[in-house]
């Protein structure tokens, strides 16, 4: 059965920076040799988030790109802007506004600390819980 876990931010580190909650999303999925694809709500997050997956220390090296070319298919973390109509991957890190729809294993949704931006995620969960999806939620 397909899962949707939502991750609420709650840690300083993750609500200065809530794409580093993503990147460490990205890393443990890799090292679960997962192939990953991150939905970028626009360019700017989609490029701001390729940066900080290059930056994430000495030891840990994620294979990334953003999408939009024949490395598309070879690369096991793939970052999509919304105007590139990427193939869906068995886990999905949604950074959009809409619930992930098509087939996939696992959708990570994160929810931002201030509680105007959770409402729509409340919305979200329903959407899912309708579909039949297994929800689970983190505190990080």
Same mark, same amino acid.
């Given at each position: 059965m397909p899962r949707a876990d939502f991750y609420l931010i709650a840690k300083e580190r993750f609500r200065e920076e809530p794409l580093l909650l993503v990147c460490e999303l990205a890393r443990k999925a890799y090292d679960a040799n997962l192939w990953t694809l991150v939905l970028a709500r626009d360019?700017? @997050? +989609?490029e701001a988030l390729d940066e900080m997956l290059w930056d994430m220390g000495d030891d840990a090296y994620i294979p990334h790109q953003i999408a939009g070319d024949e490395e598309d298919a070879l690369t096991p973390v793939l970052i999509a802007t919304p105007d590139i109509d990427a193939a869906m991957r068995p886990l999905v890190i949604n950074l959009r506004d809409g619930a992930v729809e098509g087939s996939f294993e696992r959708v990570l949704e994160v929810v931002p600390a201030d509680d105007s931006a959770r409402e729509p995620l409340r919305e979200r969960w329903k @959407?899912?819980? +309708?579909?039949g999806l297994d929800l689970k939620k983190f505190d990080m």
């Amino acid at each position: 059965m397909p899962r949707a876990d939502f991750y609420l931010i709650a840690k300083e580190r993750f609500r200065e920076e809530p794409l580093l909650l993503v990147c460490e999303l990205a890393r443990k999925a890799y090292d679960a040799n997962l192939w990953t694809l991150v939905l970028a709500r626009d360019a700017d @997050q +989609a490029e701001a988030l390729d940066e900080m997956l290059w930056d994430m220390g000495d030891d840990a090296y994620i294979p990334h790109q953003i999408a939009g070319d024949e490395e598309d298919a070879l690369t096991p973390v793939l970052i999509a802007t919304p105007d590139i109509d990427a193939a869906m991957r068995p886990l999905v890190i949604n950074l959009r506004d809409g619930a992930v729809e098509g087939s996939f294993e696992r959708v990570l949704e994160v929810v931002p600390a201030d509680d105007s931006a959770r409402e729509p995620l409340r919305e979200r969960w329903k @959407q899912y819980k +309708a579909r039949g999806l297994d929800l689970k939620k983190f505190d990080m």
